[in-house]
Each structure stands twice: as C-alpha cells, then as structure tokens.
C-alpha cells in the first residue's frame, strides 16, 4: 500500500515563527516561547489538514556541517540566535518528541539533507512525499510523487509541485542547483558569479542547460560581458553547486513498523502545554487528539 509521508523542517519552522509571531510570550516562569507556539499551531494546522499516513520532524544538530570543511566561508555571515530565541530550540525538539513522532537530528549534517535522504527512500518505495519547509533549498527534491508545504502570510500554506516550479522558473527542477550556483544564496554566504542575478541565472540554465553545457559552450554565450563574468567563476561555481546540492544519502533509516504520527492529545504532551501557559493551544491539542483517534 502506498503510503503519504510528512517530513517536517523544524529547525526552519522555528526560526520563522520567531521572526513572524512578536510580543512578549513567556512561561509562567518567564522563558520566552513565541517560537514554540507557532510551531506548534502550524503542526497542528498542517496535520488537521493534511491525510497523512506518516510523519517525521527534522532539527540541525549544530552550525557545522560537511559543508563548513568544502567552504570556510559557508554561512560565516549569520550572527548567533538572539539570546531570546535559544531556549527555545530545546524546548521545541522536547514538545517534537512528547508527541510520539520520530524526530530526527545529526552531527555533520543540516536538517535539508536528512529529510533529502527520507525523501529519497519514501519515494523508491513509491510512497508520496510531502515536505513542510520554508526554505527554498528544498524545491530540489520536488519530482511528480514530492510537493512542498511553504508557510505563507496570515496563516496559509502553499503547496508548490513540480509543474508550479517549471511554470514559475521556466526550467526543469533538475537545473535548480544550477541556478543556485549562479545566483549565490547571500543567506548562506554563497557569493555566485558576481554579476549574475537571479534573471540571468534563470535565462542561462533555460537556454544552456547545467553547468556542464553552459561552461561547455562559452564561447557562444552572450552578450560578451556575461561570458567575461562567467569564465573566471568556472572552478568557484562548481563548487557553489555541491555546496547547494542536498545529500541523500545520509546514514537514517525510517522505521514504518513504528510509531510514526504525533498524538496531540497524549497526556505528556497536553501537560507540557499547561507548563508552557499554552492553555488555548492544549484545548485544540485535546480537540485533535481526538480527531486523531
């Protein structure tokens, strides 16, 4: 039987729900928690909403990865997380497992490349992938069985497939690292060809195809200032390729014998939600509990 299974960018969903939900919201015992709110309000928005059949949360296990030893200069432009924001990742991956669902971290990789590798084996199982990111970097793993859950404003979720993707970047998704190489990500201190925006990367995988053809034929692409941008940036861009690219193979397995969706509505996790001072949020937890059930 072929199976739906949610992987869950948590790690992202924090920081976006920090950025997104202002105010002073502590605990009782004055630990912020806005963050751990709004995660737990789209969680529980997107499984009221979405027929899964299984589920898993992803968290970065730290700010050093494989990629940090390819590029010293690999996300060296991003400050430390406000002090307010801290406490708050514990607190979240710790609500993340009261809730029974597999949780998933480790040492040397990011979060992207984890839910890359389940996606990976889901669909050579001809399962269908659903991905709740709000990170861009993912679009690479759409395919005809893989579709994004993008957070948007006031509340909505958009879903983006492979035919949106090819509608709205004009190029096969296979290309999308290619793209990314060429425009740089300044989010993750990756600079791309300078010059080359995010149009022109676009038009050159359009017409040209991957790195390899583009740098394969250099001498017919124009104008003459593009090329002259181009070809000092050959061995730089590659590189900024591999670094954009996903890993799919790292060593996790998912277990569908096991426990894979969360319980809303487990007496742990309601009971956590009272310490937090999350009262309106633990009565829609027993609510879905219920539902669940």
């Known amino acids: 039987m072929s199976r739906h299974i949610l992987l869950i960018d948590g790690t992202g969903l924090i920081f976006r729900a920090y950025f997104s939900i202002k105010g002073d919201m502590t605990t009782p015992e004055g630990v912020p928690v806005n963050a751990v ?18 589920s898993a949360i992803v968290f970065d296990a730290g700010s050093q990865t494989f990629r940090n030893q390819m590029y010293d ?8 997380p406000p002090d307010d924001l801290r406490p708050q990742f514990g607190l979240t991956i710790d ?7 597999p949780v998933y971290s480790m040492q040397g990789f990011e ?17 269908k992938v659903s991905v709740l990111t709000s990170d861009r970097d993912l679009l690479q793993l759409l395919d005809p069985g893989t579709q994004l859950l993008m957070p948007g404003k006031m509340g909505a979720v958009n879903e983006v497939d492979l ?8 190029f096969p ?13 300044p989010s993750d201190n990756i600079p791309g060809v300078a010059g080359v925006g995010e149009k022109t990367a676009a038009k050159l995988v359009a017409q040209h195809g991957k790195l390899e053809s583009i740098y394969s034929n250099i001498d017919f692409i124009k104008p003459d200032g593009l090329r002259r941008k181009l070809e000092p940036a050959k061995d730089d861009v590659f590189l900024f390729r591999d670094l954009v690219t996903v890993k799919r193979d790292v060593p996790v397995e998912y ?6 969706m ?16 999350f009262n309106r949020v633990r009565e829609d937890s027993r609510k879905l509990g219920d539902l669940q059930q």
């Open 37 to 54: 709110f709004g995660v737990l309000r789209l969680l529980m928005k997107i499984f009221k909403d979405n027929p899964v059949t299984d």
């Open 73 to 80: 200069g690999y996300k060296a432009n991003r400050p430390a």
């Open 95 to 101: 609500m993340a497992k009261l809730t029974g669902a």
């Open 111 to 127: 979060a992207d490349d984890i839910i890359a590798t389940l996606a990976a084996d889901a669909r050579s199982q001809g399962n």
């Open 163 to 170: 035919g949106g993707f090819e509608l709205k970047y004009g």
């Open 173 to 185: 998704v296979e290309r999308f690292v290619d793209f990314k190489a060429l425009m740089g990500d």
């Open 255 to 260: 277990d569908y014998s096991s426990r894979t």
């Open 262 to 277: 969360p319980d809303f509505g487990s007496e742990a996790f309601i009971e956590n939600l009272a310490g937090l001072g």
